[in-house]
């Protein structure tokens, strides 16, 4: 009998409780400027695409960084926008074998319940799944709590308003 193996892709599940409007937060999620300010320590920047204001459905951003002691580029597309729901943007060019972020929006009674759902792959084989088990897999997680700190920040004061009021 031969036994298969399989392997499970890497996935990060995070849910944010902000006290504001689901459209607030909507937007401030795919706003291409509050995501520079939430990655400033890593020097992101959009340098292709989309690089000011909100991204849509379709769109692009070539995002530049520096992650891991090395500068990267990662091109990221816009696949799915239900506004003001859900929005899932997909690696097309970048260092993943794949790349998968959903972004999910739930209003309830006093704000808004954002979900980030990530699937990733790295390469390298065995060697880039146990460097996810590891490391990568926190790392991760923690750009994207970083991130949300940021929108949050944003949204539940009226800085948001430098952001979306133009």
Known sequence: MKLRSFTVMPTIHLTTFIEAPVERVFDLSR???????????HKEEAVA??????IEKNESVTWKAKHLFKTRLLRSKITEMIKPKLFIDEQAQGDFKMLKHEHHFKP????TIMIDLIYFETPYGA???WFNVLYFTRYMRGLIEQR?????EYAESEKWKKLLMK
């Open 31 to 41: 706003n291409i400027d509050l995501h520079k300010l939430s990655m400033t320590k």
């Open 49 to 54: 695409g989309i690089r000011f204001g909100l």
């Open 108 to 111: 309830c009674d006093n704000g």
């Open 127 to 129: 060697v880039g799944k």
């Open 148 to 152: 949300n700190k940021i929108i949050k």
